[in-house]
């Protein structure tokens, strides 16, 4: 099965500053999607970012950025600033064909006042 | 925000009942999922649908069964539950527009089989 790993389980870190979420995944495929989505307690899954392979420049929506490494098969967040909001689980999710996605087992992430 | 709805919200049955999870959308999207939620699992794909009529497993659909006659509706059904399954539901909707890939959720059901 073609999976997607999550390292960390939890990491903490203080307000405003800056803390970078692993995943790594594997395919076969050349083109598709990598997402991460974050989930606060009240259990809403919210798309943070998302990054299509063919492009080679990282994708960057405000305080949060990532560092995809094709050829590595890896795809972290780095959250910037980080604010106490910012806690949450988050999860790293493939694009498989269809549409449909496949997760990271989650890391929990706590931010310290 | 997609507008998805999933009900009930929570829900608690007892072993070897029949439960049917909705998930209503009003978005006209093409895709709908089902993912089950466990602790150290992450989200996991049940089953999904492509169309009205056209549905496909996930990788634990054992136990689950599916039905959509309507676009904006997509049913998920236990036949008979087991302490298993006790979990957290979540329904899940695409258009594939670009290509983007992008799935939009509803806000979860917590089932508890006892």
């Known amino acids: 099965a073609q999976t997607v790993t999550q390292s960390q389980p939890e990491m903490s870190v203080q307000e405003a500053e800056t803390v970078t979420l692993s995943c790594t995944y594997d395919t076969s495929e050349s083109d598709y999607y990598l997402f991460w989505y974050k989930q606060p307690p009240s259990r809403q899954m919210i798309l943070v970012i998302r990054?299509?392979?063919?492009?080679?420049q990282n994708a960057t929506e405000n305080r949060f950025s990532v560092n995809f490494q094709k050829a590595a098969k890896s795809f972290s967040l780095k959250i910037s600033d980080s604010q106490l909001g910012d806690a949450a689980m988050y999860f790293c999710?493939?694009?498989?064909?269809?549409?449909?996605?496949?997760f990271g087992e989650g890391t929990q992430l706590t931010v310290n006042p | 925000d997609a507008g998805i709805t999933q009900s009930p919200r929570h829900k608690v049955t007892e072993t070897g009942t029949p439960v049917t999870l909705r998930c209503h959308q009003t978005e006209n999207h093409r895709y709908m999922y089902w993912y089950r939620q466990d602790p150290g699992h992450g989200l996991r794909l049940i089953h999904y649908?492509?169309?009205?009529?056209?549905?496909d497993k996930g990788e634990v659909s054992d136990g689950y069964s599916v039905s959509r006659s309507k676009t904006e509706d997509f049913l998920l059904t236990l036949e008979s539950a087991t302490s298993s399954q006790t979990s957290v539901y979540f329904c899940?909707?695409?258009?594939?527009?670009?290509?983007?890939?992008?799935?939009?959720f509803g806000e979860g059901s917590r089932l508890t089989v006892l």
């Open positions: 649908s492509y169309g009205v009529k056209d549905t």
């Open positions: 999710a493939r694009e498989t064909s269809g549409s449909r996605l496949t």
């Open positions: 899940a909707i695409s258009e594939i527009s670009g290509d983007t890939g992008e799935l939009f």
């Open positions: 990054q299509e392979a063919y492009k080679q």
